[in-house]
């Protein structure tokens, strides 16, 4: 069974920085390519962060500069570090992983964990 549980969520202020991490487990975690998403009420969840089992990065330009994703394959966790918090960060963010067996492409959700950015 397939489970990404999120923690680190909270409020945070302007400025200020908070981490999230996720648990992977029940995926072979070192070539799933990991994501944080995340998603504001009545709008499209949104890409965050990607990083691939060679750990390249992407990231969405609001973010670009103060969002770091990190993994660590020993311990099937990847994190996001988030700086220079601002309000618009306020958001659900959720953990994605992407599997590629074979020919078979499994996509994987977390729970979501809050974060609000109070200014």
């Known amino acids: 069974q397939v489970q990404l549980v999120e923690s680190g969520g909270g409020l945070g202020q302007a400025g200020g920085s908070l981490r999230l991490s996720c648990a992977a487990s029940g995926i072979t975690f070192s070539r799933s390519n990991m994501a944080w998403y995340r998603q504001v009420p009545g709008k499209q969840r949104e890409m965050v962060a990607v990083?691939?089992?060679?750990?390249?990065?992407n990231y969405v330009d609001s973010v670009k500069g103060r969002f770091a994703i990190t993994r660590d394959n020993a311990m099937n966790t990847v994190s996001l570090q988030m700086s220079s918090l601002k309000p618009e960060d306020t958001a659900v963010y959720y953990c994605?992983?992407?599997?590629?067996?074979?020919?078979?492409?499994?996509?994987?959700w977390g729970q979501g964990t809050q974060v609000t950015v109070t200014s």
């Open positions: 990083i691939s089992p060679a750990a390249i990065t």
């Open positions: 994605n992983a992407v599997v590629r067996e074979n020919s078979t492409v499994s996509t994987y």
